[in-house]
C-alpha cells in the first residue's frame, strides 16, 4: 500500500528523492479548460528555492518545473498533470560518514525500522526536498480556486523571537529572506540566525497561512472536516510536529463568551466580530478567512556533535557534514501556502460533486 497521495477530487502524487536524478508530481482531477503554464507555477518555486540567503541551505537547484502532461494548447485538459523538476546540485558524498549511523531527531532510524533499507543521501524520501512538488502541484490548485481566492503565509516566530503583530504588513513579506510581516523583526532575526548557523546549531520557527475569499460551505461533517484535512496537510510537511486553527491552542484559557464569534446582521449579510475560529465552524467554512499556524522543529542535520547509535548497534557521535538549512521554517512558508492551496481546491470539487456549483 501506498502513501504518497493526498486529496480527494484533486489528488496529488508525489515521486522522487533528495540525491536522485529527478523530482515529480501527478496532480490528476483538474478540471479542464483552465489556462496553465510554466510560467504559472514557477514564481511559486521561486519563492521556495534553496540558495537563496545565508539563512537557508546553499545547495544549488533552479528548481525549473516542466510539464509533462495534461496540459494543451496552454490549457488544461482534465487529464492528469505530470510535472518534474531535475536534481542539478547533488553532493552525495557530504553524507557518506552517516550511511551506517542514524541522526537523532531525523526519519533515518524509523525508515529503516520500517523499510529495511534507506536512501542516507539527503535523507532521500524523507528531504525537504520533496516540498518543491507540492509547491508545483499548489500553483495549480490556485488556478482551480481562481483569483477570487488569497492565500498568503508568513514566518511569525524563530527560536524565541516573535514578530509584532501590530507592526503586520503583508507588503513587506516579500521585501525581506524571512517571509516576515513585520520589518522591525528581520534584524533581530537576522543576528539570531547568524549566530545558530555559526554554531553549526539548527532552530525551529512557527508559520502562519491565511486564505482570504473562501466561500462558505466548504467542507463536511463529520469525517471529511475542512479543518481535519488542513491540520492533515500541514502536519504531512516534514519537521512540521504542531497545527493550530484559528486562535488554537490559546482557546483553552478562554470563557465561552471570550472564544464565541459574535454575530449580526449588516446588509442583509452575516456579519462576524472576531475569527477565534479561524473561518471553520462544525468543519465547514464560513466566509471568514482561514487561519492556520503551525510549528517547524529545528533541522535535525547539524555540525554539532550528537550521541546516537550506528547499524550495528554501537554507540557513536553523529556529524552531519553539507549544506543545511539553520532554520528550515523560512521555506516552509510557501509550502504550507501550497498545501493550503491544495486542500481548498479539493473541497471545492468535492462540494460541486455533492452539492453543486455556487
Given at each position: 500500500?501506498?502513501?504518497?497521495?493526498?486529496?480527494?477530487?484533486?489528488?496529488?502524487?508525489?515521486?522522487?528523492?533528495?540525491?536522485?536524478?529527478?523530482?515529480?508530481?501527478v496532480v490528476d482531477g483538474c478540471p479542464p479548460r483552465l489556462a496553465l503554464s510554466e510560467q504559472d507555477i514557477q514564481p511559486f518555486l521561486d519563492r521556495r528555492r534553496p540558495g537563496q540567503s545565508s539563512f537557508t541551505t546553499q545547495r544549488?537547484?533552479?528548481?525549473?518545473?516542466?510539464?509533462?502532461?495534461?496540459?494543451?494548447?496552454?490549457?488544461?485538459?482534465?487529464?492528469?498533470?505530470?510535472?518534474?523538476?531535475?536534481?542539478?546540485?547533488?553532493?552525495?558524498?557530504?553524507?557518506?560518514?552517516?550511511?551506517?549511523?542514524?541522526?537523532?531527531?531525523?526519519?533515518?532510524?524509523?525508515?529503516?525500522?520500517?523499510?529495511?533499507?534507506?536512501?542516507?543521501?539527503?535523507?532521500?524520501?524523507?528531504?525537504?526536498?520533496?516540498?518543491?512538488?507540492?509547491?508545483?502541484?499548489?500553483?495549480?490548485?490556485?488556478?482551480?480556486?481562481?483569483?477570487?481566492?488569497?492565500?498568503?503565509?508568513?514566518?511569525?516566530?524563530?527560536?524565541?523571537?516573535?514578530?509584532?503583530?501590530?507592526?503586520?504588513?503583508?507588503?513587506?513579506?516579500?521585501?525581506?529572506?524571512?517571509?516576515?510581516?513585520?520589518?522591525?523583526?528581520?534584524?533581530?532575526?537576522?543576528?539570531?540566525?547568524?549566530?545558530?548557523?555559526?554554531?553549526?546549531?539548527?532552530?525551529?520557527?512557527?508559520?502562519?497561512?491565511?486564505?482570504?475569499?473562501?466561500?462558505?460551505?466548504?467542507?463536511?461533517?463529520?469525517?471529511?472536516?475542512?479543518?481535519?484535512?488542513?491540520?492533515?496537510?500541514?502536519?504531512?510537511?516534514?519537521?512540521?510536529?504542531?497545527?493550530?486553527?484559528?486562535?488554537?491552542?490559546?482557546?483553552?484559557?478562554?470563557?465561552?463568551p471570550e472564544n464565541a464569534d459574535a454575530m449580526h446582521m449588516h446588509d442583509g449579510q452575516v456579519m462576524f466580530e472576531s475569527n477565534h475560529a479561524g473561518g471553520i465552524l462544525g468543519g465547514?467554512?464560513?466566509?471568514?478567512?482561514?487561519?492556520?499556524?503551525?510549528?517547524?522543529?529545528?533541522?535535525?542535520?547539524?555540525?554539532?556533535?550528537?550521541?546516537?547509535?550506528?547499524?550495528?548497534?554501537?554507540?557513536?557521535?553523529?556529524?552531519?557534514?553539507?549544506?543545511?538549512?539553520?532554520?528550515?521554517?523560512?521555506?516552509?512558508?510557501?509550502?504550507?501556502?501550497?498545501?493550503?492551496?491544495?486542500?481548498?481546491?479539493?473541497?471545492?470539487?468535492?462540494?460541486?460533486?455533492?452539492?453543486?456549483?455556487?
Amino acid at each position: 500500500m501506498s502513501y504518497n497521495t493526498f486529496g480527494h477530487m484533486f489528488r496529488v502524487t508525489t515521486w522522487g528523492e533528495s540525491h536522485g536524478p529527478a523530482i515529480g508530481c501527478v496532480v490528476d482531477g483538474c478540471p479542464p479548460r483552465l489556462a496553465l503554464s510554466e510560467q504559472d507555477i514557477q514564481p511559486f518555486l521561486d519563492r521556495r528555492r534553496p540558495g537563496q540567503s545565508s539563512f537557508t541551505t546553499q545547495r544549488r537547484e533552479p528548481d525549473m518545473v516542466r510539464i509533462c502532461s495534461g496540459v494543451f494548447e496552454g490549457m488544461t485538459t482534465g487529464t492528469p498533470i505530470s510535472l518534474i523538476i531535475e536534481n542539478t546540485d547533488q553532493r552525495s558524498r557530504d553524507y557518506g560518514e552517516i550511511a551506517q549511523t542514524f541522526r537523532p531527531g531525523h526519519a533515518d532510524l524509523a525508515y529503516q525500522s520500517k523499510y529495511g533499507i534507506r536512501d542516507y543521501r539527503g535523507g532521500g524520501r524523507s528531504s525537504a526536498r520533496e516540498t518543491a512538488m507540492r509547491v508545483a502541484a499548489g500553483a495549480v490548485a490556485r488556478r482551480v480556486l481562481g483569483d477570487g481566492v488569497r492565500i498568503r503565509g508568513a514566518l511569525v516566530q524563530i527560536g524565541q523571537h516573535e514578530i509584532g503583530r501590530n507592526r503586520w504588513n503583508w507588503d513587506e513579506v516579500g521585501q525581506n529572506p524571512f517571509f516576515a510581516p513585520d520589518p522591525e523583526i528581520v534584524p533581530v532575526w537576522e543576528e539570531y540566525l547568524g549566530a545558530i548557523r555559526k554554531a553549526g546549531s539548527s532552530v525551529g520557527a512557527v508559520i502562519e497561512v491565511v486564505a482570504e475569499g473562501v466561500p462558505s460551505g466548504l467542507g463536511a461533517p463529520i469525517y471529511g472536516k475542512l479543518d481535519a484535512d488542513l491540520a492533515g496537510a500541514l502536519m504531512s510537511i516534514n519537521a512540521v510536529k504542531a497545527v493550530e486553527i484559528g486562535d488554537g491552542f490559546a482557546t483553552a484559557a478562554y470563557t465561552g463568551p471570550e472564544n464565541a464569534d459574535a454575530m449580526h446582521m449588516h446588509d442583509g449579510q452575516v456579519m462576524f466580530e472576531s475569527n477565534h475560529a479561524g473561518g471553520i465552524l462544525g468543519g465547514i467554512s464560513t466566509g471568514q478567512p482561514i487561519v492556520a499556524r503551525f510549528a517547524v522543529k529545528p533541522t535535525s542535520s547539524m555540525l554539532i556533535p550528537v550521541p546516537s547509535v550506528s547499524l550495528a548497534g554501537e554507540d557513536v557521535q553523529v556529524v552531519t557534514k553539507g549544506r543545511h538549512d539553520p532554520c528550515v521554517g523560512i521555506r516552509a512558508v510557501p509550502v504550507g501556502e501550497a498545501m493550503m492551496a491544495c486542500v481548498l481546491a479539493d473541497h471545492l470539487l468535492r462540494h460541486r460533486g455533492q452539492v453543486g456549483d455556487f
